[in-house]
């Protein structure tokens, strides 16, 4: 990343600052001056600002097995939330990125790194999240294409085009399936079952992007993103 760019994520200041630091002379990169805030660094130098060498301040980057009955909120005075399984050290950095119903279960990132919740859910990166659900009622025959196409459920603008697929017929009056969408809109899910024919009972988001939920989390359990999911994910990297 560009020298700046990796100041400011160390604290120093703004990437203005840091383009005028740099041309003070006080930013030194393995023991020469600094002269240009587009320099290339890769994190493995040795940079100091004033005469302190820097360190880049790690994030915090967790996957959360969500249980159904909390909810997505940082705080509230009388239902549990998602923050409530972490030590108070912790939950206290954390923002969430996106939201789950209370009733739904599965995969739910944390960070305290805004940018990259930004990134990920931008309605323009149109990031994949995908769902296991479970629904009574009867899903019409053309279920899959419409979703294909783009399923109007009664918003201004008709959905992306998604994916359903693995749809087993567990009833006379029940099916299951997964659904896998690219934007994050209220009660999309439980819309877009709707509308085909059938009413959530069960639902869980078993992946966002390439990362899936990891299969030994339990209910109630996180753990740290790994580099590499973190790179799947599209968070850019100083290593
Ligand atoms: N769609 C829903 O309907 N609910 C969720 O929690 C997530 C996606």
Do not use: W
Request: proline content about 4%; aromatic content about 8%.
């Amino acid at each position: 990343m560009r020298l700046e760019k990796y100041l400011a994520d160390c604290g120093v200041g703004s990437r203005s600052q840091c383009k005028t630091y740099i041309r003070q002379g006080l930013v030194k990169v393995n023991g020469s001056v600094a002269e240009n805030g587009a320099q290339k660094v890769s994190g493995t130098e040795e940079i100091s600002f004033q005469g302190k060498a820097l360190t880049l301040a790690k994030n915090l980057y967790f996957m959360f097995h969500k249980p159904a009955g909390c909810i997505c909120a940082t705080r509230d005075n009388s239902q549990k939330t998602v923050l409530d399984f972490f030590p108070p050290a912790l939950s206290k950095k954390l923002l969430i990125a996106g939201r789950l119903d209370k009733d739904t279960e599965g995969m739910l990132l944390l960070t305290d790194d805004g940018a990259f919740i930004h990134q990920l859910m931008s309605p323009g990166k149109h990031v994949e999240k995908t769902y296991f659900f479970k629904a009574s009622g009867r899903l019409s025959k053309d279920a899959a294409d419409r979703v294909a196409a783009g399923m109007d459920i009664g918003d201004e603008k008709p959905l992306k085009p998604g994916r359903l697929y693995h749809i087993q017929i567990t009833g006379t009056d029940a099916f299951s399936g997964c659904l896998t969408i690219k934007e994050g809109r209220y009660h999309q899910v439980k819309r877009m079952i709707k509308a085909l024919g059938g009413e959530v009972s069960y639902l869980k988001r078993i992946s966002i992007g390439p990362v899936s939920l990891d299969a030994s989390l339990s209910p109630g359990e996180y753990r740290p993103l790994t580099e590499e999911e973190l790179q799947l994910l599209g968070r850019e990297s100083v290593k």
